[in-house]
Every structure is written in structure tokens, then in C-alpha cells.
């Protein structure tokens, strides 16, 4: 009798508990964005003539941030052409990627429910503004010119494809007039600068520009 009270016991508890574990909210699976990225320059002779529009989906190393609402809950860079972010629970999600100032884009908001997503914006970083690197692509030096409609400080500078400094070219008032300067692609410590792929900026008060400047004879970026 004992032992029949026993077992008769045990198998309420092990009911109990099974029902207990029904009870229990799951955690929400989490999931993962992917998306592409692709960068665009212009080509410019030796003679500072337009020479035709390089794009490229394939870079290495270019920062991509995520957004969820106005907070930023994640950051990574590129490979090959392709960011991506994992372990993110639902919700709405924009990925965005800047070089300075407003030059940048942005996707559209993805909505994570119940499975991964792959973004079907893909964010491009395109050269704008009177900038001009010569020539470009450049193996050894390169001249930067640009044009200011009146007289302003201007800073130009040499980033690499990740957005950070590498050496500044210019940080000066100058006159309304065209003006070069040069960078004999070295750092500003004067070191040489390894990498196929850099970002020329100008900024002059609310005035924005940036170039892709591209180096012959490196694959890296």
C-alpha cells in the first residue's frame, strides 16, 4: 500500500511539474540582420579630366552602425561588401553608415518577427562635392583641389575606409579662389600609409565634401 502511495505520488509531481513548465513564458528567439554595401568615386586623369566611375561591393573594413528607435544598439564593419548584426530580438531596425557630416545613407526600418532578415536596401556611400583628387587612382602623390566661394577656414583631410584620421592636409583661413594641396600618401607622423582605398574631406562651416581616393598597385583596403 505504501508503495503504491508512493508511486501514486510522484506521478502527481512529475504532472505538476510538467504543467508548471507549460506555464513558463519562452525567451524570444533572437535573429540576425545582413545587408550589402557599396561605395562609388569618380576617376580623374593626370590631366584632371573625368575619366569614368569605379563602384565597389566588396570592401573590407567600412564602419556600419544599427539603430533601434533613435538608440544605436550595435556596430560592426564590412566584409566583403557585407555588415552583420546577430542576436537581436524583434522589433524595427535601420543600419546606417557615415562618412562625415550628412554624406552617408541609410536603410529603410527592417522588422525582425520571427526569422532573420536581409536587407533589401543596400547602403551607398557615394563621393560628393567639388573636391578633385589628381589623379585618381594615385600610385605615389596625388594634388587635391577644390574651389570656396569666399573666404573661410577649411580643413581637408586624409581618412581611411574606417572614417579614422590619417593625416590633415589643410587647416587654414583661405581666399575665395581655386586651390591644391598635396598628400604624398604618408601619415601625419610622415610614415607611409599602407591600403588601396582613403576617403579626401573637405569641411568649410556647414559646407561638406568627400571623395573616394583610390591607390594602384594595393588590393588591401
Request: hydrophobic share 40%.
Amino acid at each position: 500500500m505504501r508503495s503504491s502511495w508512493t508511486r501514486w505520488c510522484m506521478v502527481l509531481g512529475i504532472t505538476a511539474l510538467a504543467a508548471c513548465s507549460r506555464d513558463q513564458p519562452s525567451a524570444p528567439q533572437l535573429h540576425s540582420i545582413t545587408g550589402h554595401l557599396r561605395l562609388t568615386g569618380y576617376l580623374v586623369d593626370v590631366n584632371g579630366k573625368f575619366a569614368g566611375t569605379r563602384v565597389l561591393g566588396d570592401a573590407d573594413g567600412v564602419p556600419v552602425e544599427l539603430l533601434h528607435g533613435s538608440e544605436v544598439v550595435g556596430r560592426t564593419t564590412t566584409v566583403d561588401g557585407i555588415y552583420r548584426f546577430s542576436g537581436l530580438g524583434p522589433g524595427d531596425y535601420v543600419a546606417r553608415s557615415r562618412v562625415i557630416g550628412d554624406i552617408g545613407d541609410q536603410t529603410t526600418q527592417m522588422v525582425i518577427a520571427v526569422s532573420d532578415v536581409s536587407a533589401a536596401d543596400t547602403l551607398r556611400l557615394v563621393s560628393r562635392g567639388d573636391l578633385i583628387p589628381v589623379p585618381n587612382p594615385f600610385v605615389d602623390t596625388a594634388q587635391v583641389y577644390f574651389g570656396v566661394p569666399d573666404t573661410m577656414w577649411v580643413d581637408v583631410d586624409i581618412l581611411d575606409v574606417g572614417g579614422d584620421a590619417i593625416k590633415s592636409l589643410l587647416a587654414l583661413e583661405v581666399l575665395p579662389e581655386r586651390h591644391a594641396v598635396f598628400w604624398n600618401g604618408r601619415d601625419q607622423g610622415g610614415r607611409p600609409v599602407p591600403g588601396s582605398l582613403f576617403w579626401v574631406t573637405f569641411v568649410a562651416g556647414d559646407d561638406v565634401r568627400a571623395q573616394l581616393l583610390f591607390r594602384q598597385g594595393m588590393s588591401s583596403y
